[in-house]
Structure formats: C-alpha cells, structure tokens
C-alpha cells in the first residue's frame, strides 16, 4: 500500500533528525563547549586558542553539551570604599575583562556564569581593598594608576589561578576612584577658597598695577612742570639781564638827570593814585611861590 | 447605500466607483462598509484562495485523490529553490558582513550583492564599518549624569567633563567575536580613560590643555582596545563640556571677574595717567610760553623806556634847567591833583596841630572825572608794569 510505506518513510526521516540532532551540535565562533557524559566532562571543543568552531559530532543520547561564551567578557564590580594607606577614604568603582580559558576547571569550580560573577567580583574587590589599600591616595587618583591597575591584575589573575576558577584575566580597571560624598563638599569648599583666594590676590594685583601707573603719571607731571619752571625763570632770567643792560645804557649817560627823570615817574606811578592825602609843608619848593610870592624868595 | 447599487464592484472598487468618490467626496467614510476599499480582506480573498486550493487539489492528485511522486518532487524543488535563494543578501556600502558556517567563521565580505549558503549552514552578521559610532559620556544634551562627569583630577579638585567619542568598527571578525558587549567597553573603557587622563593633570592644565587630554585620552583607550582585540578604532575624543563642578562654579567665575577688574584698574590708571600728564605738558607749554613772554616784554619795554629817555634826554642837553623845573612841576600838579591835601604851616603853630581822621579816608574812586579823564604821558609806563 502506497500510504503505508509513506508513512514508513515519514517516521524513518524523523527517527533520522533525532539521531542527527542528537549527534551534531552547533558550537558558535563565540562559543566554547564541554561535552559531558553522565555529568562528567569529558572534552572540550572550541576552547580559547584552539580551533573546533562549527559542526560537531558526539555519541547521542549519551553525552550532552554545555557551552561557555569564549568572548572578552565585563563584569562590572560593585562600588567598594576603601581606606588608603593614608587613611584617606575613596569610592572606587572598577571592572574586570576576563574570558574563560579552561571551562573545564571553569564548569568543576563555577558551574556557571553567574556563580563566576559572583565569586570575581569578590576577589576583585579584596584585591582592590590589598592593593589599593597599600598605596596612598595621591598614588591612585594620580601619580601612579595604571601601575596599581596592572597590580590587581596580577593579584586577581593569581588568586583565581590558585582558586582554579579556569578563566584568564585580561584586564582590572578602575573607572571611577571619588571621594565620599561626604568629602566632596569638603573638596568643593576647599575649591571655592582657593578661587577667592586667587580671585582676591588677581584684584590686589590689578590695583598694583593702577597704582604704580598713577604714582609713575604723577612723577611724570611733577617732573614736567619742575623742568617747565626751570626753563620758564630762566627765560625770565634773561629778559631781566637784558631790561638791565638796556636800562643802565640809556641811563648811564647823565646819571643825575636819569635819577631826577626816573623819580618823577615813581612819585607820579606812586603818589597819583587818588588815595593818598598828603600832609604838605607850604616851604616845599613847589610851593616856593605860593609861600613867597612872585618873586619866589629871590628878593 | 448608493454604493452597492453600482453594477459588479471589484473588491477594490470598480471604475464607477471612482466617478461616485470623484462626484461625492464626502460619502467615502460610509462607502467604507464591509465590501468598501479599506477592507481588502473578506469575502473576495477567500473566494481566491479557495480557487487557488481547487487549482492546487487538481494538481496534486484531485480531490480526494492519493498524492503523486511527481508533485511532491516538484513541491520539493521549489521549496529547495527559495531556500538556496534565501541566501542573497546585500551589503551595503558602509558594512562589511561576516560569513559563519555552523557558527565557524568563515570570510569577510565587501559591499555589493553577495550570496551565501541558506541558514541553517551559513549565516551572515553585517558590521556597519566605515560609518561613525558615537557614544556620550557625562550626559547628552540637557541630561546630565554626574556620576559619570564629575571627576578628581590630580591636585584633587573636581572637575565636571562632558565628551563624546567617536569610534567605528576597524576589523569587522574581531568587533563581532572578541568581545561580549562591545559597545558598552568603549564606553566604560573612555570613562576610565578620561579619569586616568584627567587624574594625572592638575586642574588648571585640565582646562587649559584640552586638547591634550582629548589625544592622551584617545591614545589611552585605543591602547586598552587593541590590547583586548576589540577590532575598534578610535576617531576622536571631543571634552564638549569641563567645567568646574556646580558647587564652586560662582567662585571660577568670580576669578574671571577678577581679571576684568584687574584689566579695568589698570585701564583706569591707564586713563588717568594719559590725561595728567598731558595736562602737565599743556600746563608746562604755558609756563615756558609765559616765560618767554615776559622776556620778550622786558627787553621790548626797556628798549622803549630807553627810547624814550633818550628823546627826553637830547631835549634836556639844549635846555636843562628850564626842562628839570617844568618836568618836576608838571609831575608834582599830576601828583596833587589826584591826592587829598593838607598844608600846614608848621613854622607860626606853637602846639601840635590835630587834623580830622576823615581826611586820612582815601577819595572815592568816582572822583572828579576831569582828574582821570587826560591820562599823562609819564602815567603811561608805570600803569603797563602794574597791569603786568
């Protein structure tokens, strides 16, 4: 019958992708595998420096497959405080690149994925609290980081080595190394000081400066007009001389008449002023003929 | 409805139809009933699909009918067909696809249209490799994120920093079988880049060093990258924001105001110094000028009152008494007449003669107009000098 041998056909293909599906498995290139037979593993496929990505084969029924990633892995760690060597607290907040390199040791000691954070994490942040706690806090947020990253690095990679956690450690970094909140608004204050501070001495500077621009223009000024003055009698000076020499050459031919002349014009400059009242004697010689008549005494 | 009344309207409307929604544009929203053109499922799909399965029942055998070998072969065929087509696919120009057969890497592909061998056996990861990645860090925009942004620098102040980094994918098999999450280690790879950068600079350099820190920390994070093979090339690293951090914000602004006081003091000398001493020299120009006036007065009037006695002097050789009498008289009536006067005969008075005070009182200077009115030859000298 041509129905019941289509049948037969149907259930044979499907007996067939059982065994096949049971018999080949997929391991991915960002994958690694461990074949377990009876809960004992017993190999491994696509381990990290060996090739096996792709299709693979196993005795079906019989062993199963557990896979890993083989990828460059984060685990981010909590935020830990930790106490420098010089009693100085800092947040430090780190994270760990590993891979797993053995999931054979990976699978006995961790089982999985998320019992492996957990353990990291915990020897991370003991690592960090040793290494960390060696060093001052100048040396961490400062002077020597990548030292002190590469430290831990090699302690964590020591430690889950001895722990046979079966992962390598690619990288410990720290991102974020603060001070408690608490601290910081010390730091802010401190800061906010230090810029007044400097804020002020910028101000005290700038009215130096006015200063010593104004005393130099007053120098200048005073200066200025002294030499002005200087130059200024000098001149005086000369036209002094020269009114002199002037004057003693025209007088100096009749002295006597020069001396009548010259105090005619000081009693008129002196006297003629309207605000003198003068006390006369009538013998003064101007009034020699007001006293003694026409003849004027030459009797 | 008008609608149904139109004759054999296709499922999707007939040519009427279009003359009615053209005629009456507002009956569309009720045209739209079970048979209307929003609708297209319904009675007419199913009509054609129960078609298509008559159609398909006579091929495969008739209805009712056993199934024939060659139907099934062709189904198989056809059902192979789609599937090994199912395996082009396009790379556009700014990817590169990644071919894994059973998950094993297998090749790179460049743009253009390519092929590879239909799932299950081959699968295909495109990599967007040349254009720009971008990540931002300390916030984007409004947002901002402190705990991202503020951190210490290394003569532990606190700085608030914003930046982005640009980044693309340089080896397309590294970026998508190295890391896990490769998008978020660029990420906490710059923050903890910037942090170093930043921690080993003091906070002034950190300001005035930009772009520095930008390249230490782009040189820094492509360092750690490739050390983890992450196939990611760094393109840039921007600091769009360092600021001091909120708390201490009034006081950093408060030096820049300094400065401008500082600059605006010594523009304020600068100005007072400007316009003094310019002053002085105006005021020392005038000293000098009057200086020089003066000597040039002196010498003019000397020469004048030379002049001038010696034209009186000549005159005086031809008659000497006769001009020393009239020149003494006239001074002496000049004199007087402008003067209070009081004649005493001292010679006859026996006890001392008391004289009124009032007549020491000097004249009012609104004195007979006719004692002012001639001025005197000789009056002319000695009023300049005083005048002087």
Same mark, same amino acid.
């Given at each position: ?299 | ?182 998008? %978020? /280690?660029?990420?906490?790879? *710059? ?5 170093? @950068? &930043?921690?080993?600079?003091?906070? !002034? +350099? ?56 500082? %600059? /605006?003091?010594?523009?304020? *000398? ?5 316009? @003094? &001493?310019?002053?002085?020299?105006? !005021? +020392? ?104």
């Amino acid at each position: 019958m041509i129905r019941s041998r289509f049948t037969l056909y149907v259930v044979l293909a499907v007996a067939a992708l059982v065994l096949l599906s049971q018999t080949l498995f997929v391991v991915d290139q960002r994958e690694q595998a461990i074949v377990v037979r009876f809960g004992e593993p017993v190999r491994v496929v696509n381990a990290p420096g060996t090739q096996g990505a792709g299709l693979n084969a196993k005795a079906p029924f019989l062993e199963n497959v557990i896979k890993f990633d083989r990828r460059n892995i984060a685990l981010e760690s909590q935020q830990e405080e930790i106490l420098t060597s010089d009693r100085q607290r800092l947040v430090v907040d780190a994270f760990v690149r590993y891979r797993i390199s053995d999931p054979l040791s990976f699978y006995r000691t961790l089982r999985d994925e998320r019992t492996a954070e957990d353990r990291i994490e915990r020897l991370v942040n003991s690592s960090l609290r040793q290494v960390l706690g060696s060093a001052t806090q100048q040396d961490i947020i400062a002077g020597r980081r990548g030292q002190l990253m590469q430290l831990t690095r090699r302690d964590v990679a020591q430690r889950s080595q001895a722990s046979r956690f079966g992962i390598e450690v690619i990288d410990v970094r720290i991102r974020r190394a603060d001070f408690p909140q608490a601290n910081e608004e010390y730091v802010y204050r401190r800061m906010q000081t230090d810029r007044q501070q400097e804020a002020a001495r910028i101000r005290a500077v700038g009215e130096q400066q006015k200063r010593e621009l104004m005393a130099a223009a007053d120098r200048e000024v005073t200066i200025t007009l002294a030499q002005a003055q200087e130059l200024g009698e000098t001149t005086r000076g000369e036209g002094d001389a020269q009114r002199t020499r002037i004057l003693a050459q025209a007088f100096g031919k009749d002295p006597s008449f020069a001396a009548f002349y010259r105090s005619m014009q000081a009693y008129e400059a002196s006297l003629g002023q309207g605000d003198t009242t003068m006390v006369l004697s009538p013998d003064s010689a101007f009034f020699r003929y007001f006293e003694q008549g026409p003849s004027g005494g030459r009797r | 409805m008008p609608w149904n009344d139109n004759a054999n309207p296709g499922p999707w409307g007939s040519p009427g139809d279009d003359n009615d929604r053209r005629d009456t544009p507002p009956k569309r929203p009720q045209g739209g009933g079970p048979r209307g053109p929003q609708r297209p499922g319904g009675p007419d799909l199913n009509q054609s699909f129960e078609q298509l399965q008559r159609r398909f029942g006579r091929f495969f055998g008739g209805p009712g009918g056993g199934l024939r070998p060659g139907a099934i072969a062709a189904v198989a065929g056809v059902a192979f067909g789609l599937w090994a087509l199912s395996g082009i696919y396009v790379v556009q120009p700014q990817e590169e696809a990644v071919v894994t057969t059973f998950g094993a890497y297998t090749r790179n592909e460049a743009p253009g249209l390519r092929y590879h061998l239909p799932f299950p056996i081959e699968r295909v990861v495109k990599v967007p490799v040349t254009s720009l990645q971008r990540v931002d860090i300390g916030g984007a925009g409004e947002s901002d994120v402190p705990q991202e942004s503020l951190m210490l620098t290394g003569d532990e102040n606190i700085v608030d920093i914003d930046f982005s980094v640009t980044w693309r994918v340089s080896d397309a098999d590294q970026f998508v079988f190295r890391l896990r999450d490769p998008e %978020a /280690s660029v990420k906490a790879v *710059a923050e903890s880049a910037m942090r170093e @950068v &930043v921690g080993r600079m003091p906070l !002034d +350099a950190v300001f005035g060093q930009r772009g520095q820190v930008q390249a230490q920390t782009a040189e820094l994070m492509q360092r750690t990258l490739d050390q983890w093979g992450a196939g990611v090339r760094i393109v840039e690293v921007q600091i769009r924001n360092a600021n001091p951090p909120q708390q201490a914000l009034a006081a950093f602004r408060d030096v820049s105001s300094a400065e401008q006081d500082q %600059a /605006s003091a010594v523009n304020e *000398a600068r100005t007072y110094a400007n316009r @003094v &001493v310019n002053e002085a020299r105006g !005021d +020392a120009a005038r000293i000098i000028q009057s200086a020089q006036g003066y000597r040039e007065q002196s010498v003019r009037e000397a020469l004048g009152d030379a002049a001038r006695f010696n034209s009186i002097y000549t005159e005086y050789r031809r008659a000497p008494g006769v001009t020393r009498d009239r020149l003494y008289i006239e001074t002496m009536q000049r004199v007087l007449a402008r003067s209070n006067k009081v004649i005493v005969d001292g010679d006859g008075a026996s006890a001392p003669i008391i004289l009124p005070p009032d007549i020491f009182r000097p004249r009012s200077q609104a004195a007979p107009p006719a004692a002012s009115a001639p001025e005197p030859e000789v009056d002319v000298r000695p009023r300049a000098r005083a005048a002087q």
